[in-house]
């Protein structure tokens, strides 16, 4: 479940980006620009979250190592 | 004539006078042509201006040698003479081995590092970019040593969202760099590692020295996963170093070079919500300007200024219609006014004019016998005129 987390904060965060650009460059239209700012808060609160609620996880591989040692 | 022997019983006699006379020397000497056999046993020469001897190091005891012997490496050999009679030759057999000075270290690693040079491992073209946001970071370290103590707490600091992997190993000693090779290599058959840094905390040159060994250094070029490398202080230089994809003067510093900080995010996360705010008010305000100068636009006028206009006709229509038509309700009012004054006249005035009168006091028609005062004035109202009766001034 925190996984799926993980893999999404580099998109949403480059997402966050992307919109960012979009509003910025003036190209889009009123309501594209509505769409996109939503998306953008709503991505915005999710990386918020998940930097707050990040743990950091460690595991090791020292078992499958010393297998392939044998 | 002295006693005949035979090949064996000389070459035996010469084996047990060389193995008990040197059971336990050092040798200072030149390492050539240096051997590492798969079997794991090490051969080489051991040479000096003037001679040179066969030597031999058994795998087990070359394990303890925490660097790979270099040809043209001076070195201090220690172990026995051995006879090997089939062939008549005698050997040196190694116990054990340590570079000549610490220059003799320097040197194998300027040749290693030429070496490697030459076939293009330190190739700039060759550097794998590092991740920006990595999710699964793999460690080659040792799980319990003072590093990977560091780049946990860094990394829970920095960017708690990613993993570490750590794939622990020995980092100095016997075995340390193939240990460090293993680890690479398992690493690199994980399919979700988007980094591996490879390090430890400071030592000594012979500490560090597994970072310099040829293998590591190849294990480091042929990671399809980039890499990078961190060992010991900000001074320390490994062969490591300049075949990972990105070189860190210390392991904490590695993490920081491969994770976001986690304030700076916050603080683009902030920004984002802010200046993007402020930006959608642009837009809607840009909009509103927009409609505005459009509804004001020449084009939108003319349907406006039609409206208005046709808008005053109707009115002037209205106004001169609601005139006639008031004029007219007037008129046939008054008209009606008159006719029924008439009407009501002439009823009166035909039964008067049949000789009948009428009688007013006060102003009032007196129509019966209870309503008629005697002590006041009346008038008698005939057809062809009226009789005022002044009752009062007779009385007095």
Redesign the interface.
């Known amino acids: 479940m925190s996984k799926k987390k ?2 999404n ?2 998109e949403s ?1 480059n997402r ?1 980006q992307e ?2 650009n979009e ?2 460059s ?1 190209s889009v239209g ?1 309501e594209e ?2 769409k996109l ?1 939503e998306e ?2 709503k991505l ?1 609160k999710i ?2 979250s ?2 707050k609620d ?9 078992k ?2 010393e297998e ?2 044998r | 004539m002295s006693e005949i022997l035979s090949v064996s019983d000389i070459t035996g006699l010469v084996k047990k006078t060389l193995e008990e006379k040197f059971d336990d020397i050092n040798i200072v000497g030149e390492i050539s042509n240096f051997k590492a056999h798969v079997s794991g046993h090490w051969y080489f020469t051991l040479k000096d201006s003037g001679a040179q001897i066969n030597c031999t190091m058994w795998r087990g005891l070359n394990n303890y040698v925490f660097f790979t012997p270099q040809d043209g490496m001076k070195v201090i050999a220690s172990g026995k003479i051995t006879v090997y009679p089939p062939r008549g030759s005698y050997q040196f057999d190694v116990r054990s081995m340590r570079p000549a000075g610490i220059g003799e270290l320097q040197a194998a690693f300027e040749k290693l590092k030429q070496k490697l040079s030459d076939e293009g491992l330190f190739s700039a073209d060759l550097k794998k970019p590092i991740p ?2 990595p ?1 699964k970071i ?1 460690i080659v370290t040792a ?1 319990d040593g003072a590093a990977f103590q560091d780049m ?1 707490s860094i ?2 600091r920095r960017y ?10 020995k980092v100095q000693g016997e075995g340390a760099a193939e240990e460090i090779v ?2 690479i ?3 690199n058959q ?1 399919t979700d590692i988007d980094l591996i840094i490879v390090g430890r905390g400071g030592g000594s040159l012979e500490d560090l020295w597994a970072f310099n060994e040829e293998i590591v250094a190849r294990a480091i070029f042929r990671s399809n996963i980039p890499i990078i490398s961190a060992v010991g202080h900000e001074v320390d230089f490994t062969i490591s170093d300049f075949v990972a994809d990105l070189r860190a003067p210390t392991p904490s510093a590695a993490i920081e070079l491969s994770t976001p900080n ?1 304030d700076d ?2 603080g ?2 902030n920004e ?2 802010y ?3 402020q ?2 008010w642009e ?2 305000n ?2 509103k300007d927009d409609v505005n100068s459009v509804i004001s636009s020449y084009g939108f006028r003319l349907p406006q200024d039609f409206i208005k206009n046709k808008s005053q006709t109707l009115d002037n229509i209205f106004y001169r219609l609601s005139n006639l038509v008031g004029n007219k309700f007037n008129y046939e009012k008054n008209r009606l006014g008159i006719l029924e004054e008439k009407l009501k006249a002439m009823n009166v005035d035909q039964v008067l004019k049949r000789g009948f009168v009428y009688l007013k006091q006060n102003d009032k028609v007196v129509g019966r016998k209870n309503e008629f005062f005697e002590e006041k004035d009346f008038t008698l109202k005939f057809y062809d005129g009226d009789i005022k009766i002044n009752v009062e001034e007779k009385r007095k």
């Open positions: 993980e893999s904060f580099e965060l966050l919109i960012s509003l910025e003036g009123l620009s509505i700012y953008g808060i915005a990386c918020y998940t930097l990040a743990e950091l996880k460690v595991t090791e591989l020292k499958q190592l392939s040692i | 920006k946001f999710k793999g799980i946990k990394a829970a708690p969202v990613v993993e570490l992997v750590i794939a622990s190993c293993k680890s290599d398992l690493l994980q986690m995010l916050f683009y996360i984002f919500s200046y993007n705010s930006k959608m837009i809607i840009d909009y």
